[in-house]
């Protein structure tokens, strides 16, 4: 499907079953794409791009994230350099997020090696008008009122290779996961360090001084029936983008992030691997990411791991949902 794009992100709509990716294409350019029939046949949406007096360009299309059930048309788009869409027609047309786009503390945020990208859209599946952002290099923010103002949430966040490492922005999150269960709950794969919040990402709290062998990655999952349970895959270090120590492994915690134990049976044990932010997924039954070498892994017996396939290209993005051919 999709063959000579790069899909970045894609993912099926529990609403109703469409397909939506996130592609990019050094021809083309950046757009959104949706299939009705399970990817036989795909419709492209109008042109995403940036109002001409933001004086930015569209980079990239990174992550979709479909609305609540109670907006059945409504779809989000995070983009680079750091902007946010929404499409109220199922993806035809998509209109950018002002709040974002015109925030105070823009000129303080800049690109990472992935470039300024929003990654991580989560809702709040309490509250309507509370939903959340992060944005490499700039932090994570919360909206209050849907959309349309944002406070950077990024109190205790270090960002080391700043001049004031716990500045308001600038901060650098890889992946950020809102628990369904419990929605005041938040957990933050970062640049430095695994980080959890109880308080809607008011204050943060570190967690990988105690049994990681990095605080460094990018993926991140969680176990939807328990709050407590968090899942990472530690790379070695900001320059060093593969495993720790040549070993991949996934490594958990079962209590808030007090301690993290190695999940590596069935996984090589030697490998140089690197697992991109969306290239792991979760559900009620098991874990699943996929490599840069191409190899995805599923998680049998909630003990060890299979690996599924091998030798597909880099995958960028790994999706589990209910499916129907």
């Not at 035809?92 to 990472?112: A, C, K, M, Q, Y």
């Amino acid at each position: 499907m999709l063959e000579g794009w790069g899909v970045y992100h894609a993912t099926l709509d529990p609403r109703d079953g469409t397909v939506f990716a996130a592609t990019n294409h050094r021809v083309y350019g950046s757009t959104v794409q949706r299939s009705a029939d399970n990817g036989r046949t795909w419709r492209r949406s109008q042109k995403v791009g940036l109002p001409e007096d933001s004086g930015l360009t569209l980079d990239a299309v990174w992550h979709i994230e479909p609305g609540r059930a109670e907006e059945p048309q409504t779809l989000y788009l995070g983009a680079a350099p750091g902007v946010l869409f929404r499409s109220d027609d199922r993806g035809e047309s998509w209109e950018v997020n002002r709040g974002i786009l015109d925030h105070s503390t823009r000129e303080r945020w800049f690109p990472g090696a992935g470039g300024m990208c929003c990654h991580s859209i989560q809702l709040d599946p309490r509250d309507s008008r509370r939903m959340y952002v992060a944005i490499t290099a700039a932090g994570v923010f919360r909206s209050d009122d849907a959309g349309e103002s944002w406070l950077p949430i990024n109190n205790n966040v270090e960002a080391e290779f700043l001049g004031d490492p716990h500045a308001e922005v600038g901060q650098c999150p890889h992946k950020l996961l809102i628990h369904p269960a419990r929605p005041d709950r938040l957990w933050q794969q970062n640049h430095y360090g695994v980080y959890l919040s109880d308080d809607h990402g008011e204050s943060w709290l570190r967690l990988d001084g105690n049994g990681l062998p990095s605080g460094f990655g990018f993926p991140l999952m969680l176990d939807p029936k328990d709050p407590h349970s968090a899942f990472v895959i530690p790379e070695k270090s900001p320059e060093y983008h593969y495993s720790s120590g040549g070993q991949l492994a996934v490594y958990r915690t079962q209590d808030s992030g007090e301690t993290w134990e190695l999940m590596s049976d069935g996984l090589p044990k030697q490998a140089w691997a690197a697992v991109l932010r969306e290239a792991s997924a979760y559900d009620d039954e098991s874990l699943y990411f996929g490599t840069q070498s191409g190899s995805l892994f599923a998680l049998t017996d909630g003990q060890r791991w299979v690996e599924a396939v091998r030798h597909l290209p880099p995958i960028l993005s790994v999706e589990v949902a209910q499916w129907s051919a």
